[in-house]
């Protein structure tokens, strides 16, 4: 019998080089990207509410997912009920076409109706994404006062997150 040392050693070389490549390979089905957890939406959310809480305004927060699912929401005393759907509205809005809401309400107003028959838009402001990374994690919709005021609650909640993140 050849050196049967020499033999496991070949093999063993084998094998990690077939492990690296397939490491390698792998990398470029899949992304790292970041995902906004349930810890992370609180932190929004809680910010977003101390912002509406310092201001006197009663509304409902909603933070999405990637996908646009309701991830947490928040609904303060003494908001009217339609204020639930209209914040999960927003928020799927931003996070479907990955901009603030706001920027259909300035469309519309400019004259731009048709852009309101897209599928799941609400033209209001108030709806945001969150980006991480460059990466689209979830969205954030407010309703309950103006829609500049809900946008102004919404953006302390990713301002919240992006300083505990250090971004």
Request: avoid cysteine; aromatic fraction near 4%; proline fraction near 5%.
């Amino acid at each position: 019998m050849k050196n049967p040392m020499k033999k496991i050693i070949t093999t063993l070389t084998v094998l990690s080089l077939l492990l690296v490549n397939s490491a390698l390979y792998a990398s470029n089905l899949l992304t790292n990207a970041p995902v906004l957890t349930l810890d992370g939406a609180k932190v929004i959310a809680a910010a977003a509410a101390k912002k509406a809480q310092t201001e006197n305004w009663n509304v409902v927060i909603v933070i999405s997912d990637a996908a646009g699912n309701v991830k947490y929401l928040e609904r303060m005393e003494d908001v009217q009920l339609s204020g639930l759907e209209v914040a999960i509205e927003k928020a799927k809005t931003a996070v479907l076409y990955r901009r603030p809401s706001q920027v259909f309400e300035e469309r519309a107003r400019a004259g731009d109706t048709p852009i309101t028959m897209l599928p799941d838009v609400l033209p209001f402001a108030g709806g945001l994404p969150i980006i991480i990374d460059g990466q689209l994690v979830g969205a954030i919709g407010v309703s309950g006062v103006k829609p500049t005021q809900d946008a102004e609650i919404a953006q302390a909640g990713i301002d919240a997150l992006l300083k505990q993140l250090k971004k």
